[in-house]
């Protein structure tokens, strides 16, 4: 996309390049990366392609009741774009859960919105579009596919588990590691998400969930013929910290790096980590969350450029501002 620069010449008109910048993933990491990006420059074309395989809380509810599409991670996303306050928007939108009201108990207003909006209108892109619109995004959401799909994997004892609620909050022994994972049923990347993608300058993958946030929205077929031929460079934002109780995945930097592009056509061209020395309180706050520091190892490392710097928030977490001014300096 050219932008139009206001200052012309007779007979002459000067136009402006917006670098193309695509955030990969799903949930809460992907609207920390589209945090950043927003606050770094207005002459950027932001879009974020999003996960399709979510399956637990109101999400899972409302596709077995709805036969739908995922909703949630996609209506993060959107209000991530927004210019208004997100942390607002996400408590009006997403944390509110609805109580004492019948069948609406534990669903949010944005995930009804995107699924009553749809079977209303039976367009699922156009009710993501109306969502954007209701809150003046900057940018544009692609879900990876309009297929529906979930998120399965096989452990290395070789039993499989299906679904990406099982996978994010296991109940099988979390000694076992993930081998593997794929879409069941197969899924095709919807064309507009794969045009993006290729037009890309910058594709930044995460931060979130190795497999059930970033892997997952790698799956669909088409996504990496779309990586291979973008002339975009890779970048991991890996942040810190993993759920221990969470996926049973890579437990150091290096192991999810070489995991990540095992799913990509090629090489991630940068890394980039949370080196941020926690204090008491924030230990405290890491324990209470049952997160545990993911070790950077750069030393195994050696072929992959690692920038760390420190984007924690006060009193521990990700912070959007302190990563923003990060990525400014890498875009």
């Not at 993930?178 to 037009?199: G, Q």
């Not at 192991?255 to 941020?276: C, F, G, I, S, T």
Request: hydrophobic share 35%; with cysteine.
């Amino acid at each position: 996309m050219l932008k139009r620069d206001p200052s012309t010449t007779v007979g002459m008109t000067t136009e402006k390049y917006m670098k193309k910048i695509v955030v990969v993933g799903g949930g809460n990491g992907t609207a920390i990366s589209l945090n950043a990006i927003k606050k770094i420059d207005k002459d950027l074309e932001i879009s974020a392609v999003v996960s399709m395989s979510d399956s637990g809380g109101s999400t899972g509810r409302l596709r077995k009741e709805f036969d739908t599409l995922p909703p949630g991670d996609v209506m993060r996303a959107i209000l991530a774009m927004s210019p208004y306050h997100y942390p607002l928007l996400k408590k009006i939108f997403y944390r509110n859960r609805f109580e004492g009201v019948g069948k609406l108990d534990k669903h949010n207003l944005g995930n009804l919105f995107l699924v009553l909006t749809e079977k209303y209108n039976s367009d699922y892109i156009q009710s993501i579009r109306a969502l954007e619109q209701s809150v003046d995004a900057v940018g544009k959401v692609y879900p990876v596919t309009l297929n529906k799909t979930d998120l399965v994997a096989e452990l290395d004892n070789n039993d499989v588990v299906k679904g990406e609620a099982e996978l994010d909050e296991p109940e099988y022994d979390k000694s076992l590691r993930i081998k593997k994972v794929w879409l069941e049923p197969k899924a095709k990347i919807y064309e507009d998400a794969k045009k993006v993608l290729k037009d890309a300058d910058y594709i930044i993958f995460g931060p979130g969930s190795l497999y059930t946030s970033i892997v997952a929205t790698t799956l669909a077929k088409g996504f990496k013929e779309a990586i291979e031929s973008a002339h975009a460079k890779l970048i991991y934002v890996s942040g810190n910290a993993r759920h221990i109780n969470g996926e049973t995945g890579p437990k150091v930097l290096s192991e999810a790096v070489q995991e990540l592009e095992n799913y990509l056509p090629r090489k991630l061209d940068m890394v980039v980590y949370n080196n941020h020395n926690l204090n008491t309180k924030e230990k405290e706050f890491y324990n209470s969350r049952g997160w545990e520091i993911v070790p950077c190892d750069e030393e195994n490392l050696s072929d992959t450029k690692v920038l760390q710097g420190d984007f924690e928030r006060n009193g521990g977490g990700l912070c959007d501002e302190k990563l923003s001014k990060i990525l400014k300096e890498v875009l």
